[in-house]
């Protein structure tokens, strides 16, 4: 901790009795010794002139009745030695005045290091109190998402048994989208759970889930996957779908972009302007590219309508248009 920190953090309290009524001793002696030395150096009139920071040094680091007492016992040696009539506690009008400033102003600043001390100590407290509940509140919300990820998990597998009782072609491949789908949150919830922070970093995120799909599909071999992508971390209201956007439009790709055996490429392309609150997901292939009249808002895949129903949460529009060099690009500007 740095010396400004302990200062401010400083609690007499904390010391043991003896070291703050020594050290209140000390600070007197020390205050007198350099007013006696001071006598005839000074003009008239500065009798606390060394007093004075003993008593703000013994209130604030000694604590509040060890200032009062080097401030009493500064008082008396003022009034004894330096207030005329010198050597002598006799009393007149200047004397009066003279004693009662000077008790007005120890009394002030003793007050005030008393309120501010414990004004700080009272915020202490808070902050103590404030850190324990932040703690508290992670650890609930790492439980949550680890718990979300883990019933996820048991979905899935639940599926994947199902999967394997159905015959049906059709149905059996529902089921596979929907378990891919249940992996990719569970995905999401596990990242989200990582005690670093409640934010996914959607650049390795992407070149991740990108790389399993591939090698789901088989397809690793025959398709290239490039991702390129600025520095994005979002939470969970950006990040789950923005995750299944990304997965159902690389999905879609491998499937209708390049069937059975044929091979090519795919790019993946996040780019974020932080000081706008907006990023753009571009994903490009060399496929077959789409069909004549193809109108995303008319699609009935259930991915892609999935996609787009995820790209207007993210206040965003899904577009997907043939490239002139060959294969589609699809395009979403989302706030983040």
Do not use: C
């Not at 009524?21 to 002139?49: I, Q, S, V």
């Not at 439009?249 to 090519?264: K, Q």
């Not at 789409?290 to 207007?312: C, M, N, T, V, Y």
């Amino acid at each position: 901790m740095r010396l400004t920190e302990r200062i401010s953090h400083w609690d007499p309290n904390a010391l043991p009795a003896w070291l703050r009524w020594g050290g209140a001793t000390l600070a007197f002696l020390l205050a007198f010794a350099l007013r006696y030395e001071l006598e005839g150096a000074l003009p008239p009139g500065f009798p606390y002139l060394t007093f004075l920071p003993a008593i703000i040094l013994g209130a604030y680091f000694l604590g509040t009745a060890p200032g009062g007492a080097i401030a009493v016992a500064s008082l008396l040696a003022a009034w004894y030695f330096f207030i005329a009539p010198l050597n002598s506690l006799a009393l007149d009008g200047a004397s009066v005045l003279a004693l009662s400033f000077f008790v007005v102003i120890a009394g002030t600043i003793i007050l005030l290091i008393h309120g501010v001390q414990k004004a700080m100590r009272a915020l202490e407290v808070e902050r103590q109190a404030n850190a324990t509940l932040a703690e508290q509140r992670r650890l609930m919300f790492h439980e949550l998402q680890h718990r979300v990820s883990n019933n996820l998990a048991t979905v899935s597998g639940l599926m994947k048994l199902q999967r394997r009782a159905v015959s049906d072609e059709a149905a059996g491949l529902a089921l596979e989208d929907s378990v891919r789908r249940i992996d990719l949150v569970a995905r999401i919830m596990r990242n989200l759970h990582d005690p670093s922070g409640q934010t996914v970093d959607m650049a390795r995120f992407l070149a991740d889930t990108g790389r399993d799909i591939l090698e789901s599909a088989g397809a690793a071999d025959r398709v290239s996957l490039e991702v390129r992508a600025d520095p994005l971390l979002v939470g969970p209201d950006v990040s789950v779908p923005l995750g299944l956007i990304a997965t159902e439009l690389v999905a879609n790709t491998l499937e209708h972009g390049f069937p059975g055996d044929s091979a090519g490429r795919i790019g993946v392309t996040l780019g974020a302007r932080p000081d706008e609150g907006k990023a753009l997901l571009q994903i490009r292939d060399n496929g077959q590219g789409l069909p004549d009249g193809f109108d995303i808002e008319k699609a009935h895949s259930l991915g892609l309508s999935i996609a787009r129903q995820f790209a207007k949460q993210l206040g965003g529009t899904l577009v997907m248009e043939r490239r002139p060099e060959g294969g589609t690009e699809a395009r979403l500007e989302f706030d983040y």
